[in-house]
């Protein structure tokens, strides 16, 4: 069945470092990728998407491009700041028209002054 | 806009007696989702709803879960004889269509059997 893994956590980082989270796919057909963000104390919320290969999906300041030769969806930030600390989750679409996601386990990110 | 809400926020019960949680979608979203996120866990899909169109089921884990939505509506799950197994932060999300769209998740109801 459809799968996703991401690199086990915590990752802990100094503020302005380099931040790579690792997310690799097991899927059939063409499925949408999703990098979703959980900041304490609030709810889950999407931070960025690609439906199709070799997108890329951006938002505040993060980073993943779809790569289906490695069926990969790495989560890349050049300068992580304290307010980056949150648990993210790689998740994927099904190549169906539900829409209904599977996660990976989640990265729990802190980030150091 | 009011996002997606979700009661009880808390609910603690005995191994064996039956839940039910409450989900509110965003007013004009067809699709409605249902997860489960155990501890240090990643979410796990339960059931999806579309409109009027008859529910995906195919993530429920046993029979002693159901769930149900009226049209475009509330939804609700229930949980018949709890077991410990069930402890988790039961989630709801909802879309303006189903597909590859931006899912709107509440707050979760954070469930306890003992």
């Known amino acids: 069945g459809n799968s996703v893994t991401q690199m086990e956590g915590p990752v802990t980082l100094s503020e302005e470092a380099f931040l790579t989270i690792n997310c690799t796919y097991t899927?059939?057909?063409?499925?949408?990728l999703f990098w979703y963000v959980q900041y304490p104390g609030e709810g889950l919320q999407l931070l960025l998407k690609?439906?199709?290969?070799?997108d890329k999906g951006s938002n505040k300041g993060f980073e993943a491009t779809y790569r289906k030769e490695t069926t990969s969806f790495h989560l890349e930030k050049g300068s992580v700041q304290v307010s980056d600390s949150a648990v993210y989750f790689c998740?994927?679409?099904?190549?169906?028209?539900?829409?209904?996601?599977?996660f990976g386990q989640g990265t729990t990110l802190q980030v150091k002054p | 806009g009011a996002g997606v809400s979700q009661s009880p926020s808390n609910k603690v019960t005995e191994k064996g007696k039956d839940v039910e949680l409450r989900c509110d979608p965003i007013?004009?979203?067809?699709?409605l989702y249902w997860y489960r996120q155990r501890l240090g866990q990643g979410l796990e899909f339960l059931i999806y709803?579309?409109?009027?169109?008859?529910?995906?089921k195919s993530g429920l884990p046993s029979d002693r879960f159901s769930a149900e939505r009226t049209g475009e509506s509330v939804s609700t799950l229930t949980i018949q004889r709890t077991q410990q197994e069930d402890s988790a932060v039961y989630l709801c999300?909802?879309?303006?269509?189903?597909?590859?769209?931006?899912?709107?998740f509440g707050p979760g109801t954070r469930l306890t059997v003992t």
């Open positions: 999300a909802s879309s303006q269509r189903p597909g590859p769209y931006e899912q709107y």
């Open positions: 998740a994927l679409s099904e190549a169906s028209n539900t829409g209904k996601l599977i």
């Open positions: 690609a439906t199709k290969a070799d």
């Open positions: 007013s004009g979203h067809t699709a």
């Open positions: 899927a059939t057909g063409y499925p949408s």
């Open positions: 709803f579309q409109g009027n169109s008859a529910p995906d």
